[in-house]
T-cell receptor, first 109, second 112 residues
Framework: GQNIDQPTEMTATEGAIVQINCTYQ??????LFWYQQHAGEAPTFLSY??LDGLEEKGRFSSFLSRSKGYSYLLLKELQMKDSASYLC??????????WGAGTKLIIKP | ETGVTQSPTHLIKTRGQQVTLRCSSQ?????VSWYQQALGQGPQFIFQ???????GRGNFPPRFSGLQFPNYSSELNVNALELDDSALYLC???????????FGPGTRLLVL
C-alpha cells in the first residue's frame, strides 16, 4: 500500500527554527510537494523536490532523500502567521498525488 | 490572471440528495483534480480530468462523478449523499497532468 507519515502536531517558539519530517512508501516516485494550509482555507504550494538535496526558498527549505523515502520542511525565523498545517504529498507512478494527514504547527510567542 | 475559483463556498444537504460542485481552473490550466478533505486529515484524491477526459480515479464509489468542459472548468457530482460525505471539497488546477497543483478555496459540504 501507499503510505505517507508526518507528525500530527508540533510546537515551536516565534523566531526559532522547526523541522517537519515526512517519510513515504509509494508505488513509484515522481516528486514530493509541501503545502501550507491555514485552518478553514485551501492548501497553498510551498515547495517541490524531485532530486536529492536541499531546495531553499526564503525562510523555507525542503530536503529530499529518495533512497531513504524521506523529506523534511525547514522553517526559519518563525512568525506567528506560520501557525498552520503542513502537508507532504508524493506524486506516484501514475502522476497522482498521495497526501499525508498533515502536521499542525503551533507557534508560541 | 485569476486563480482557481469554486462555488458554492458552503452547502447544506440532507441524506439521499444529490449535489453539484463547480470549479473554474486557473487561466491556461488544462488539468483539474478533485479532493475530499475531512477535518484533521489530508486531502483524498477523488479523480482528475485532463482535456475533458478522466485521467485517474481514487478509491471513491461511482456515485462520485465528474465532468470537464471545453474551457477546462469542471463539475463534481455526488449522488445519494451520505452523512460521511460531509467534508471540504477541493479543486486544484495545473498546467498539465504532472505539474504543480494550485487549489481553489474549497466547498464545505454538510450532509444532515
Amino acid at each position: 500500500g501507499q503510505n505517507i507519515d508526518q507528525p500530527t502536531e508540533m510546537t515551536a517558539t516565534e523566531g526559532a527554527i522547526v523541522q517537519i519530517n515526512c517519510t513515504y512508501q509509494t508505488s513509484g516516485f515522481n516528486g514530493l510537494f509541501w503545502y501550507q494550509q491555514h485552518a478553514g482555507e485551501a492548501p497553498t504550494f510551498l515547495s517541490y523536490n524531485v532530486l536529492d538535496g536541499l531546495e531553499e526558498k526564503g525562510r523555507f527549505s525542503s530536503f529530499l532523500s529518495r533512497s531513504k523515502g524521506y523529506s523534511y520542511l525547514l522553517l526559519k525565523e518563525l512568525q506567528m502567521k506560520d501557525s498552520a498545517s503542513y502537508l507532504c504529498a508524493v506524486r506516484d507512478s501514475n502522476y497522482q498525488l498521495i497526501w499525508g494527514a498533515g502536521t499542525k504547527l503551533i507557534i508560541k510567542p | 490572471e485569476t486563480g482557481v475559483t469554486q462555488s458554492p463556498t458552503h452547502l447544506i444537504k440532507t441524506r439521499g440528495q444529490q449535489v453539484t460542485l463547480r470549479c473554474s481552473s486557473q487561466s491556461g490550466h488544462n488539468t483539474v483534480s478533485w479532493y475530499q478533505q475531512a477535518l484533521g486529515q489530508g486531502p483524498q484524491f477523488i479523480f482528475q480530468y485532463y482535456r475533458e477526459e478522466e485521467n485517474g480515479r481514487g478509491n471513491f464509489p461511482p456515485r462520485f462523478s465528474g465532468l470537464q468542459f471545453p474551457n477546462y472548468s469542471s463539475e463534481l457530482n455526488v449522488n445519494a449523499l451520505e452523512l460521511d460525505d460531509s467534508a471540504l471539497y477541493l479543486c486544484a488546477s495545473s498546467l498539465g497532468r504532472g505539474e504543480t497543483q494550485y487549489f481553489g478555496p474549497g466547498t464545505r459540504l454538510l450532509v444532515l
